[in-house]
């Protein structure tokens, strides 16, 4: 059955990539490592993947604290052997999205200004499966407008306690953000942040995100520990959301945090 799964993920793959006219590959480690630094919120590691070639050309030390896994042995056909089978069985359906939106949705010059974003499980080397949010985003684009290189940002957010919900999102960089309709098949816009989240609130919510404790907030900001739960009922009554998980939840997938 886990194959079946893999041969639909290749097949969204190969249905658009195919017959990909390579441009000069990118790699300059700082550059990538600066990318993946603004895209991480905790415990990561990221990774090179190349559609030309289905090769990984590079991938973070991060791997051996995330997964337990080295990072020589962090390979594609490693990747699909990690995953909880509820979602390898659903990732197709998410990679679909992502390569109809980067290929039909945006013009070839946004291509390299969209991440995409969702959550999946992922076994670690002692049997275990954390919750990792997956972010990734094209850093080169073929001679013939194709997806060449993505960096993909694995981090561990499983002390969030975040839904397994199969959503998918676009986050732009000073563009407009979409969720993916899966009832509709199409991608609907987000509309801009209008939770009138304060600074100091921001603060706490990315600081929740990094696994710090109410304690540890209080400390750093030098403030009370009831004044950081005043805070938090302040950003449930604000976002709507009924608990942290949800609001936390919601703000990666719209780009707030």
């Not at 590959?25 to 289905?54: C, M, P, Q, W």
Request: aromatic share 10%.
């Amino acid at each position: 059955m886990r194959k079946a799964h893999i041969k639909k993920v290749f097949d969204v793959w190969g249905a658009v990539m195919q017959n990909i006219e390579p441009a000069d590959s990118k790699l300059v480690l700082e550059i990538v490592d600066s990318i993946a630094s603004l895209f991480a919120t905790g415990n990561f590691y990221y990774y090179v993947l190349n559609f030309a070639t289905y090769n990984i050309d590079y991938v973070s030390e991060g791997t051996q604290t995330v997964l337990g896994i080295p990072p020589n042995q962090f390979t594609l056909e490693k990747i699909f052997t990690l995953f909880h089978p509820e979602d390898l069985a659903d990732l197709h359906r998410k990679e679909r999205a992502s390569v109809n939106f980067k290929m039909r949705k945006i013009d070839v010059k946004e291509i390299t200004k969209y991440k995409t974003v969702y959550i999946f499980r992922f076994m670690t080397a002692d049997g275990a499966y954390k919750t990792i949010l997956h972010q990734s985003k094209a850093i080169n684009v073929s001679k013939n407008g194709k997806v060449q290189q993505v960096i993909g940002v694995h981090t561990d957010v499983t002390h969030l306690d975040l839904p397994i919900d199969h959503k998918v999102s676009f986050i732009g960089d000073r563009l407009p953000n979409y969720h993916y309709n899966e009832a509709n098949d199409s991608f609907d816009l987000i509309e801009e942040n209008k939770i009138p989240f304060t600074k100091r609130e921001l603060g706490i919510l990315k600081a929740i995100v990094k696994g710090n404790s109410t304690y540890s907030i209080a400390s750093q900001l030098n403030i009370s520990t009831n004044t950081i739960h005043t805070h938090k009922k302040n950003i449930l009554k604000k976002s709507g959301c009924k608990n942290t998980s949800e609001v936390i939840a919601k703000c990666l997938r719209e780009g707030i945090i």
